[in-house]
């Protein structure tokens, strides 16, 4: 790290600074410069050790050279495929990840289920358990719709991805499902994170609405320093000043992420856009900026959805996706 | 609410979403103008079911009239006052909550409470339980720190607030301290929520970094629909574009609050700016907007704190901060 | 527009606020339900009558059902197309436009043009009036720089585009180019887009750094207004909380605007991004989201521009960008 | 400057940077580290040479150690008083300027200034020109406006400010008034920065809706470049993901300033809150966090304005706020 000293700082300053990092064990490089002296520190430290450095009197500014994630950079690892039952996240095919925002009944479930395979869809989605704003919104099947879940994947072969929300229910969720999701409001949910790692099932960590890439990978750290390396990120937009849509989709955060790291990501533009119309453009925009998958809510009759009505596509519509984004596919060279 | 149908829509679009409505109870009013029609739907129904309504063809937008919170909110209670200990939120006192980021030793912690105490706080604040960006920064003592924060509390009759990050440390936080705390980024943590709202005991509320002033109020909703009324709401800073202060202290929020809620409000000008020296003006800032109390972090020597150290106050600068702001406690009408 | 009262307004308050619009023309319908009153008022207006009545005693809000931008909204006119010589905006190809941020030499800039025009690019960016942050940056070459501007726009026969800053020099820049670009921190100078809209040139109209679709819109209504209906909009990047990107491009804001609006869409993934890694899988996603055009930064030597090198293409990499955005143009079923 | 190296670099890389850096006259200072290098630039140059290292291959990041900004900071100067007529921003007394959002009637104008003066006000504001949203909305009384404005402060003795927006108009805005406003959305209107810095009139900058501190001081230099002093800084409010107010009011860029700057800073909580029921809070916290002054809009019949109502006070409102501002100016040790 540097530490830039402030043009107010005395030679008293300068030496508790140095005396302080070199008890800590780092290497030092001064450059005394006209108005203010930077110091190299070498060495390879946890952050609040680095960070505390800021609070000695005369200290200007520190900068950190090194990136603070590591098992999920690309230094690490060039690249990860994550394999759930049939499929793969990272390798030529793009996954498609269809299915309603929650499980409601077993006849809506399964005639998505059904329809999304016919369509081409390789994964079943689907929330059990639901966090929502309102306490006064409904909550979700909790297990009765997991068991939905496992129902219509013994059915159709696919595999299933849900939500889970509570530490103590990562046992449970993981008895009925092939691949965990981490929501993005529980993105620095460290607590859950650590369960999940622990749990060996490939996972899906949602981006936080306002989590910097850089956030995003030091959660996805949480998880593989428990020795699961199994994890899919998925964009799903980010909150800013604009109200037209629901979030700010941040394509840029794909190609990013991809030099970053060495996990796939995949991208949620039901959630990002929040409105129907937009999820096409935005599905065959996020094909074209890399992604490794996509995340879609379908629903037999979205206006009778108990969720997220407003960007959930009917069974045409989820059709036209598919038709809609194959060229795409083809124009990155992978396919569906 | 109100539905406004767009300009393209059909009879037979406004049909359906007239049937639709009356299914689910709702009165109509129908306003037919040149362009659109507008219908006033009466009748109090849970968030998806409004929200559903988006979802159908020719409905251009849906305008929901009722706040979304109900027990939190001005109209069901005029005003809480919450009670911990000898402390009162929300009564005359301005409270003053302060302590170390993370409780380190035993030795720092009782050196900051008893120093707090001659200078005039009201609470011993201290992380037991850290939820940090990174998987290798400090993680807080556990159980151990809740132990040296109960031997303080003893020592000094400072009653202790502690953050609680995983639902099933709950009853155990509960068990050494006086007030839970959910931390910013635990805020739509719902499950988390609801466990402390059965745990009975009195909570402060930290505002998400990307939550808006009617989501924190419906996590409070959470709590207070098991049972608790005994919320404490503070404002710690949301995440915007600038970079100078570590988040952007949003004071408007507290007047606000008040005029929306009946509970009561503190602010975090430490965590706010992430700087040591704007901690005075911003605490003096807040008790002029009208906040119920200060949460403040104190360290007997920042430079070396595991957590936190550029925003935390030496005890002489706590001195400071206390002498700063009684000029605008008074001037508040309010004391110390 | 919809006027909702309070809970606690009163008859007198009533009868104000529909004293107020009677006078001011609104037909009106009330609906009186069991906690407050609804007022739909039918008539419209100038924007801050409308806005005004928020003023009045137990108003709780006003919301606005027509769309404030008229001109430049899908309802007055389908498509627009955009003509700038031998160049067709929001027809069947794609116009890609390249050039250096800055015009910095004769020889810079004819060497740019001329590859770039071999290697397919439709117009000439580059600056001669240059915005910067800071006052002792490069402020452009100005009338010498248009001049430099001319004479390759004569020698390659591409047409240029450059930005405008300053209401006087509109006529100026309008003689010596054939589009004129209103930059981003100039959106809403209302008095520049007046005189754009005034110049009868083709216009570039980017969005502003914290503009909403609907005040970008309002911006373009700006120009339109005085006749000019040949606006063609850039989404170039909004300002959040990510500081891994210099800006966060809203790709979603694309096919938006094609939902609202007749004119056509552009993109900037250089200043969207900042980063030149990036540029190239952005530009793939703007095409894929339905973008007409490019706007792209090529320099012979981005090392040493005189600003924005590190967004800056070389000639090979602009030479990688093209063909790597050709099977997405044709998966649109469009043409480079 | 800091320059960090890639651990990819290879030597050829670095060679080309340090002759670079060594061709633009820097000293430099290499780190070798393990994993990689830093240099260690030293000499001061224009901000697009040092950026344009950033375009280097090799490099990952450059740092600046030096502030971009040098006539506005503290360094250059300890502190500065604006003097408009009677009135000193920046000394003991904290200055309150009021008036109408736009300047409507002769009528309209001269009561509020009458009673601003009775209430203690020190200056009256008007708006002549509205850069406005909308292009429908009322765009100001221009000339007459300023006349007006000109006769309100004749008979009053209050000096007047009022915005500028077009180049052209700056000596004829001059003319009529005491001091010159830029607005918001002008802030980074170099032209205009640069006009009404050689205007040679006290100049009140608004901060721009997203533009982070060091951004506002940039455009603070603009007007001090060109040998006027008289700036002074007015915090109005910054665009944020939160709905619930117009803006979102950084009262933390107040001690800020005052940390980097010598220029007296203000705030506007009308404009930064956008509901009449805040500003008296958020005046208070504003004069805590230690604000110079204060701007807000009065008007006589608020329910009748042509801009801004919501958020503007009536006269016995305004008797309100100075009442309830008095004690924090007192406890600030200052005076009104």
Redesign the interface.
């Known amino acids: 790290m ?1 530490i ?1 000293m402030s ?1 107010q700082a005395g030679p008293k300053d300068l030496r ?1 600074v140095k005396d ?1 990092l070199q008890e800590l064990g780092f290497g030092l ?1 001064l ?1 005394a ?4 002296t ?1 110091i ?1 520190a ?1 060495g390879e430290k ?3 050790i680095i ?6 009197e005369g200290v200007e500014k520190v ?1 950190p ?2 990136k ?1 994630f590591k098992l999920a950079s690309k ?1 690490f690892r060039e690249k990860t495929c994550v394999q759930v039952g049939p499929v793969t996240f990272g390798g030529e095919r793009i996954v498609v990840i269809a299915g309603p925002c929650a499980v409601e009944t077993e006849e809506q479930l399964l005639a998505t289920a059904r329809r999304i395979k016919t369509e081409g869809a390789g994964m079943l989605r689907g929330g059990a358990f639901k ?8 909550q979700g099947l909790e297990e009765e719709g997991l068991k939905l879940l496992q129902t219509a994947s013994a059915e159709t072969g696919l595999p299933v991805v849900t939500e889970v ?4 229910d990562v046992e449970l969720v993981a008895t009925y499902s092939q691949m965990l999701q981490i929501g993005a ?2 993105m ?4 859950l994170l650590r369960e999940v790692g622990q749990a060996g099932k490939p996972v899906i960590l949602k981006r ?3 989590a ?4 995003w990978l ?1 959660a996805a ?2 998880i593989i ?1 428990e020795g699961n390396y199994q994890v899919v990120l998925c964009e799903r937009g ?8 629901r979030n ?9 992420i991809k ?1 970053l790291s060495h996990l796939p990501v995949i991208a949620d533009p039901s959630h ?2 929040g ?4 999820v096409l ?2 599905a ?7 992604a490794d998958g996509l995340m879609v809510e379908v629903h037999p009759t ?9 960007q ?1 596509m009917n069974f045409t519509e989820f059709n036209g996706l598919i038709q809609g984004i194959s ?2 596919v ?2 990155m060279g992978r396919k569906l």
């Open positions: 540097i830039v043009p508790k302080r490089h450059s410069g006209v108005e203010r930077i190299g070498i946890t952050p609040e960070h505390s450095i800021e609070a000695f900068v050279i090194l603070p230094e966090p929502r704003t309102s306490p006064y919104s409904f929300v509570n530490p103590r409001r529980n620095q949910n460290f607590t936080g609405l306002a910097t890439a850089e956030e030091m750290e949480y320093k980010i909150r800013t000043f604009e109200t037209a849509t700010t989709m941040d394509l840029s955060a794909i190609p990013l030099e990002a856009t409105r129907k119309s937009l453009p935005l065959r925009a996020a094909v074209a900026a890399g979205p206006e009778t959805a108990l969720s997220d009505g407003p959930s060229p795409f083809q124009a």
